[in-house]
């Protein structure tokens, strides 16, 4: 099923449709027929807003036993070139090189707004996965490609597992939280583009 979503994901050509089919593969590793039986909460496509009315949307928030993870899903072709701090990064693709905004440093943001949400009760895990298998090296910690994302979570060192009540409770919260949100996406994309 993942190498199909995959196969799907690159025949699309529109940008927006491409990300969506990677955090449709993303999503499917985490089906427990996949990532197994033990307990886990995901929750995708969290669009959060700020008191200064800035959205943001999460990818995954995926709580598991051995934290909270936040993950950004990049379903891009090309050589990607990028450092941990520096944006943008560069994506070579064909003769014309083009700009990404660096996904470390956009999922950090999402992880303070996140970590706020849940009123800074317990630590957050950033991940940058890449579907296509073409992360940049020495990107550091949390920055993944696609099949090393189910072992780096099942295998993460927390000082402090969940226990089944608080990953419940997470859940609940950001459930709650979706069903009475209403920042479409559409909303969101718009106010990326007015506070550029």
Known sequence: M??????????????????????????????PRFFGEEEHYLVNNV?????????????????YKT?????????????????????????????????????????KKHVAVLSEFIDWKYDIHSIVVFIKGNKPKDCGEGVLNLQELKDYIKNYQCSKELSSEEMKELYQKLTDYKGDCQITNQKHIENIKNNK
């Open 2 to 31: 993942i190498l199909l979503l995959r196969y799907l994901a690159s025949l699309v050509d529109n940008p927006q449709s491409r990300g969506t089919f990677g955090e449709m593969i993303v999503a499917s590793i985490f089906d």
């Open 67 to 107: 934290g909270i993870f936040c993950i950004e899903t990049k379903n891009i072709e090309g050589l990607i070139v990028g450092l941990p701090n520096i944006s943008p990064w560069k994506v070579y693709l064909g003769q014309t090189p083009y700009d990404l905004i660096n996904p470390i440093m956009q999922n």
């Open 47 to 63: 669009i959060l807003q700020t008191p200064d009315q800035k959205t943001h949307q999460i990818d995954h928030v995926l709580i």
